[in-house]
Structure formats: structure tokens, C-alpha cells
């Protein structure tokens, strides 16, 4: 039913930045929860940052002052801009949505992106 489109990701080195972009398409208007996973190899998804309404936001523990999220509800789009990048901060980064629920740690998105892998390495 909705189509989440992520795009920005690719490789820079330590100390680099990058800006991820995740667009939602078709059945559903408005998306007013939207969030930024990543996925280490043979790991879960991990929630990096989330946005719901009215704009609030949370981030996880060890990409605080580094990341931020925001959206532009008139595109339903997210973004992640994630400055001061390092080594750890390399996974896949999945793009996730849901029309009525928060999204938190131990929470499951109803839609998610494909993922887009960010690689950070000398």
C-alpha cells in the first residue's frame, strides 16, 4: 500500500557526512511517524532516530549531537543528515513508517524502506 524510497546513502570517510532522504508514496496521505533504523551484519535493526507529530523527536544514545532527523509533511519525507560520521556508524539504513504509532525502541513499523547501505572507512 505505501512505497517508502530512501536514497543519499554511499561511502565517505571518518569525520564525513551524508544526508539520507526516504520519500512516502500511495495509499496513504500522511505519514505522521517516521523513523531512521540501521542493521549490522547478523544483527537486528536497531532504531537510530524517529520523528512523530508535532515534531518531537528522540535519537539513539551513541549518534546524539551527531544526527538529526526532520520531514516535510507536504512531501512526506524524512531526512537524516548524520555528520561527523564514523566507522561504527557504517550498516544499512532502513527507512520506516507508520500512520498511528509512535515509533520507539521495541515498536514495528507497518512500512519500511529497502534499505541503502553508508559505508564510512578511510
Known amino acids: 500500500q505505501v512505497q517508502l524510497v530512501e536514497s543519499g546513502g554511499g561511502a565517505v570517510q571518518p569525520g564525513g557526512s551524508l544526508r539520507l532522504s526516504c520519500a512516502a508514496s500511495?495509499?496513504?496521505?500522511?505519514?505522521?511517524?517516521m523513523g531512521w533504523y540501521r542493521q549490522y551484519p547478523g544483527k537486528q535493526r536497531d532504531l537510530v532516530a524517529a520523528?512523530?507529530?508535532?515534531?518531537?523527536?528522540s535519537y539513539a544514545d551513541s549518534v546524539k549531537g551527531r544526527f538529526t532527523i526532520s520531514r516535510d509533511s507536504a512531501k512526506n519525507t524524512v531526512h537524516l543528515q548524520m555528520n561527523n560520521l564514523k566507522r561504527e556508524d557504517t550498516a544499512v539504513y532502513y527507512c520506516?513508517?507508520?500512520?498511528?504509532?509512535?515509533?520507539?525502541?521495541?515498536?514495528?513499523?507497518?512500512?519500511w524502506g529497502q534499505g541503502t547501505q553508508v559505508t564510512v572507512s578511510s
Open positions: 520506516a513508517a507508520d500512520p498511528f504509532f509512535p515509533i520507539k525502541s521495541g515498536s514495528y513499523p507497518a512500512y
Open positions: 500511495g495509499s496513504i496521505y500522511s505519514i505522521n511517524n
Open positions: 520523528i512523530i507529530t508535532g515534531g518531537s523527536t
